[in-house]
């Protein structure tokens, strides 16, 4: 009998490689004086490329977490349930230090480190890594009340995952979330309307609704609320030094476009016990320290989304075959192929330059501070835009087989809107940028100092270094021409990056396209001349398994 079901010209999986194998992250990681971490790096990279640690995203993913409001007696409990694998998630992010563990760490370049990891972890599953975030964030708020760091510190930055609701201080590790979001106000938080009253003993009662309030299973949550004093900061425990449960009541888990391994609930406080991180009146200025570090993050996370959006779409055309040679052969494809390759270089060199700046602008430097003010800012606003198109342009390159789930494109699609979103959408990032120019012009000048580090390198880069400078002096229309403005600072900050530290195959095919215009609006629309073997060649060749193999 005649087989009909014989199968060939199928891809192999992409499982047996270390995806810290990436030039661009490894350069960023040993200029920021982070070399020593390049060993913990590659062994998770390792364990990132295993196909273990691929199923375990798919479960966590296609088995969301469950809310649980009341026991079977009835009683109040607010507890979610997640698939086993998102805790291997979650305890192989934090047994590496990709949460708190960098405030507690000496070593030169620790933050940079920690961003790396994150960079790498992120492309295994992307949803618990919000947790993970907001518990490396929560440091430096809570540092603005010293006894209430000494408490917390110490246990946010523990390399131990301990999952389930106890007193905080009866375990080994503690995971932070944030719930600042309010129905009547989204991004403009002064409108928040929940209230906090003293009571005399050092503790406040807040009683309010939060709209949005992510991973609503961790130990403790930074919140804000309108005290007497004005807009304040405020660190509410789930369970109470007395064993007691705090009363934040889970209402519902949002039924979200992508993130579906993470819970993000609506929470009632009721009565709630919260103790004041900073001064009262001073909750956005508190708060601001948490949201600056999760809007690294959003960056980190945004190119690492790139990185395995790039990757899937080479291993698939090299595997592919159509009209007689491989995919990757066919002079089409290459130039969408090496146009994602180069999008994913230039967003991964900014994030780790911002990480960079982190170090140092933590270690005293003046200068990368004022940097890090603007340009995180804008490079939020621009990697984090480019995430959803550059997703649909991978998923394309698989044809049918990218729109079906087990490709796992579907689910990098869905998640690419997040970052762009989370900690201020686009108005919001572009709109911080401006503020930061206008209020902080020594901003201005740390990032026209990282800039003019690039000048002469290339005609491109210098005509759009030489014209923003020009739009920037020009203030008619300027809030209406935000968003442009921030966009051509991301791009000439990329490319000084990339012109200084990147492939130079790379950074001539990013300032032809990206900063002179020499390209369509589409990717794939490099022009002519564009050294394709060698962008292509900074990704590396992933194994080739039997499965698939015909």
């Known amino acids: 009998?005649?087989?009909?079901?014989?199968?060939?010209?199928?891809?192999?999986?992409?499982?047996?490689?270390?995806?810290?194998?990436?030039?661009?992250?490894?350069?960023?990681?040993?200029?920021?004086?982070?070399?020593?971490?390049?060993?913990?790096?590659?062994?998770?990279?390792?364990?990132?490329?295993?196909?273990?640690?691929?199923?375990?995203?798919?479960?966590?993913?296609?088995?969301?977490?469950v809310l649980r409001t009341h026991d079977r007696y009835g009683h109040r409990v607010d507890e979610v349930e997640f698939h086993p694998h998102w805790h291997e998630l979650m305890r192989t992010a934090v047994e590496h230090g990709l949460?708190?563990?960098?405030?507690?760490?000496?070593?030169?370049?620790?933050?940079?480190?920690?961003?790396?990891?994150?960079y790498v972890w992120g492309q295994v599953e992307a949803g618990h890594t919000c947790p993970i975030s907001m518990t490396y964030a929560a440091v430096p708020a809570l540092r603005t009340s010293p006894e209430l760091a000494a408490a917390y510190e110490p246990l946010l930055a523990a390399r131990e995952y301990d999952f389930g609701l106890r007193e905080p201080h009866g375990k080994r590790g503690l995971i932070a979330g944030m719930s600042m979001t309010e129905k009547q106000g989204g991004s403009d938080v002064r409108t928040n309307t929940t209230r906090a009253v003293p009571v005399g003993d050092?503790?406040?009662?807040?009683?309010?609704?939060?709209?949005?309030?992510?991973?609503?299973?961790?130990?403790l949550f930074l919140t804000l609320a309108q005290a007497p004093g004005g807009l304040s900061c405020f660190v509410l425990p789930r369970v109470l030094p007395d064993g007691s449960r705090n009363a934040l009541r889970l209402q519902r888990l949002k039924d979200k476009l992508g993130n579906?391994?993470?819970?993000?609930?609506?929470?009632?406080?009721?009565?709630?016990?919260?103790?004041?991180?900073?001064?009262?009146?001073?909750?956005?200025?508190?708060?601001?320290?948490?949201?600056?570090?999760?809007?690294l993050d959003c960056t980190v996370g945004g190119a690492s989304a790139l990185r395995y959006g790039a990757l899937r779409a080479v291993h698939h055309a090299t595997h592919r075959r159509a009209f007689g040679k491989a995919l990757v052969e066919q002079p089409l494809m290459r130039n969408v192929l090496a146009?994602?390759?180069?999008?994913?270089?230039?967003?991964?060199?900014?994030?780790?330059?911002?990480?960079?700046?982190?170090?140092?602008?933590?270690?005293?430097?003046?200068?990368?501070?004022?940097?890090?003010?603007?340009?995180?800012?804008?490079?939020?606003?621009?990697?984090?835009?480019?995430?959803?198109?550059?997703?649909?342009?991978?998923?394309?390159?698989?044809?049918?087989?990218?729109?079906?789930?087990?490709?796992?494109?579907?689910?990098?699609?869905?998640?690419?809107?997040?970052?762009?979103?989370?900690?201020?959408?686009?108005?919001?990032?572009?709109?911080?940028?401006?503020?930061?120019?206008?209020?902080q012009p020594e901003s201005v000048a740390a990032v026209f100092a990282e800039l003019d580090a690039a000048s002469g390198l290339d005609r491109h880069f210098d005509t759009a270094v030489a014209g923003l400078r020009k739009d920037l002096a020009d203030p008619e229309h300027l809030e209406y021409r935000t968003r442009r403005l921030v966009e051509r600072l991301a791009l000439t900050l990329q490319a000084s990056v990339l012109l200084r530290h990147g492939h130079p195959?790379?950074?001539?095919?990013?300032?032809?396209?990206?900063?002179?215009?020499?390209?369509?609006?589409?990717?794939?629309t490099l022009p002519a001349g564009v050294d394709t073997e060698a962008v292509l060649g900074r990704l590396p060749s992933l194994p080739t398994g039997a499965r698939g193999d015909g």
């Open 339 to 439: 146009d994602l390759v180069v999008e994913s270089e230039a967003a991964t060199a900014i994030a780790m330059r911002l990480a960079e700046a982190t170090d140092r602008a933590l270690a005293g430097d003046e200068q990368e501070a004022r940097f890090r003010r603007l340009g995180l800012a804008v490079a939020k606003y621009w990697v984090c835009k480019r995430g959803p198109g550059h997703a649909a342009e991978a998923l394309e390159c698989l044809g049918g087989n990218g729109y079906v789930e087990e490709s796992g494109m579907p689910r990098l699609y869905r998640e690419a809107p997040l970052v762009s979103i989370w900690e201020g959408s686009g108005n919001v990032a572009a709109l911080d940028a401006l503020r930061a120019m206008a209020r």
């Open 260 to 295: 579906k391994s993470n819970a993000s609930a609506e929470i009632e406080y009721e009565d709630a016990v919260g103790w004041l991180v900073g001064e009262e009146g001073r909750g956005v200025r508190t708060i601001i320290e948490m949201v600056n570090m999760t809007r």
């Open 1 to 65: 009998m005649a087989s009909t079901h014989e199968v060939t010209n199928q891809v192999p999986d992409p499982y047996g490689h270390d995806v810290a194998e990436d030039p661009t992250l490894l350069g960023a990681l040993e200029r920021a004086g982070a070399g020593w971490a390049a060993g913990e790096l590659h062994a998770l990279g390792r364990l990132a490329g295993t196909e273990r640690a691929a199923e375990w995203a798919r479960l966590a993913n296609e088995n969301p977490p």
């Open 505 to 524: 195959a790379v950074a001539e095919a990013f300032t032809a396209t990206r900063l002179a215009g020499d390209a369509g609006l589409a990717y794939g």
């Open 202 to 219: 050092g503790t406040y009662r807040l009683v309010g609704h939060k709209w949005f309030t992510s991973a609503p299973m961790s130990d």
């Open 99 to 118: 949460h708190a563990a960098p405030w507690r760490d000496d070593r030169p370049g620790a933050h940079t480190a920690r961003a790396a990891k994150f």
